[in-house]
């Protein structure tokens, strides 16, 4: 969280599971150490989301006050969660401050570039925050199991992530990146739960179905990817997901903690008085196009129905 001036610190651990090299220091108040599987309340799991939101605006100011550069990784089975999550996060935050990179497919152009290439045009400059919606990770994962790349052009991406990552983090980038664990038995079930849901069925892909079917090729190619790219100075954080309102606090709770920010005074603002009409006259509604008043029809005629 903000702290109050520079140089002071958080006490504590974040809650979020790391592999390795643990900077988190945050605790969100209250006790939180309830029996495992036990769900948070809505009214609690509002009101920590809203405070958490409150000091990711906190975050904000500093990274565009500062220059910070801040990259997020987000990477997890599909259905893990990734997406609402980043949703939580930006809610609040300026579009101008932090992006979302979620990159489709490669060109065939793309496909003949340095594997890392397309993904250094997404990275942020001075002041700025970018959540990436899947990253460089795909050829560790989706890529390797479908046979998207080749033996080879795999192990060279295990051998150059990790020097990738270093030259980020050495050259100024704050760096994080989170797992988002599920389980397969909550997977299904979401995946279940989007087929006969309008409003989320498109993020039912054919390559989601393969999921299902190469679940173990998924978990070996993920235990090598960690082998390899869990390291000190880019370390994963892994986010169990399988009750999403507690992976979005808690992931969410570590990002805050792992970032020695501090609050950005404010420049004092006040509302200028309305200065005396000079005379304008606004043309005439009748020379508008207005959209039709929808909400008046759902709403009916009061008197008509007495």
């Known amino acids: 969280m903000a702290k109050k001036g520079k140089g002071s610190k958080a006490k504590g651990k974040a809650t979020a599971a790391p592999l390795a090299g643990d900077q988190g220091h945050f605790v969100p108040p209250g006790n ?97 925050i970018v959540l990436f919606d899947r990253s460089w990770y795909n050829r560790a994962g989706v890529e390797r199991v479908m046979g998207f790349c080749t033996a080879e052009e795999h192990k060279r991406f295990l051998h150059q992530c990790p020097i990738f990552e270093r030259m980020l983090v050495e050259d100024g ?34 390559m989601d179905l393969e999921s299902i079917t190469r679940w173990e090729d998924y978990s070996r190619a993920k235990d090598e990817m960690m082998v390899h790219t869990d390291q000190p100075h880019a370390p994963w954080y892994v986010v169990e997901s399988d009750i999403k309102k507690h992976a979005r606090l808690n992931m969410i709770a570590h990002l805050l903690g792992s970032i020695p920010f501090t609050d950005v005074l404010r420049d004092h603002i006040e509302l200028p008085e309305r200065p005396v009409s000079s005379g304008y006259v606004r043309p005439p509604m009748s020379l508008s196009t207005f ?16």
């Open 291 to 306: 959209v039709p008043d929808f909400v008046a029809e759902l709403l009916g005629d009061r008197e008509r129905d007495f």
């Open 173 to 206: 980038i704050i760096l994080r990146k989170y797992w988002f664990s599920v389980s397969d038995a909550e997977q299904y079930r979401r995946f279940h739960s989007r087929l006969h849901d309008p409003v989320r069925q498109w993020k039912l892909s054919p």
């Open 32 to 128: 939180h150490e309830g029996e495992r599987g036990q769900k948070i309340g809505n009214r609690l799991y509002e009101a920590e989301l809203f405070r958490m939101q409150s000091e990711l605006v906190k975050l904000q100011e500093w990274v565009r006050t500062t220059g910070a550069r801040v990259v997020v990784v987000f990477e997890g089975r599909d259905a893990a969660g990734k997406g609402g999550t980043i949703k939580r996060i930006t809610e609040y935050l300026s579009p101008r401050v932090a992006r979302i990179a979620a990159l489709p497919a490669p060109t065939e152009r793309e496909r003949t570039e340095w594997y890392f290439q397309r993904y250094i045009a997404h990275l942020p400059a001075a002041g700025e």
